[in-house]
């Protein structure tokens, strides 16, 4: 039974990211645990997602939701940005700061991640069609104009826009999605940045979390 009092998310109860840390709870996970907060999750199967009742919290049969006494939300990135103004840690105290690191939520989540998921769609759902050999490396030319464009804001700064925030936390997020396509060791600032993320004691303590959901399903086979 959940508490009253903390947080309840929704993860998948089988993660086809196979516990890397890809699924979008990552990022909720993430945030909470770099606030301090407390949660609980509640995991859904793939046919759950698409009941009426898990509907009633993500109109769109995905996840994550995110439920706080009578509020519920869905959208990583609406979730994430809920818990950063309710928390401090994740936001600057200064307006005009805070309103940048708002930006950068926007920018990763609207400029950096859609080529980003163009390229899983070519490769893991195009790749017998005519036009893959032609396509990929359009789309692969498309990310990389968007990285070196961060590559170049980020210069040898360890964070966008002074300390860590939760701008860089979803930017971190997005660029993980590229670790394994090769194109973020083109910019070497880039794998810093995110091996930076990575280090929080907070990212790896959601990190395992979700990584024992995935550990514990295996169990179960």
Known sequence: ??????????????????????????????????????????????????????????PFGQIPTYEEGTLALFESGAIVLHIAECHAGLLPDDAHARARAIAWIFAALNTIEPPILELQTVRFQESDKAWYEQRLPIVEDRIRVRLGELSDRLGDADWLDGAFSAGDLMMVAVLLRLKAAGLLDEYPNLPAYVARGEARPAYQRAFAAQLAVFTNSLSRE
């Open 1 to 58: 039974m959940s508490s009253p009092s903390l947080p309840v998310i929704t993860a998948f109860e089988r993660s086809p990211d196979r516990g890397k840390g890809l699924a979008r709870d990552m990022r909720v996970r993430w945030a909470l645990e770099e606030v301090g907060q407390a949660y609980e999750v509640r995991l859904v199967s793939f046919g759950a997602m698409k009941d009426p009742a898990h509907r009633a919290l993500h």
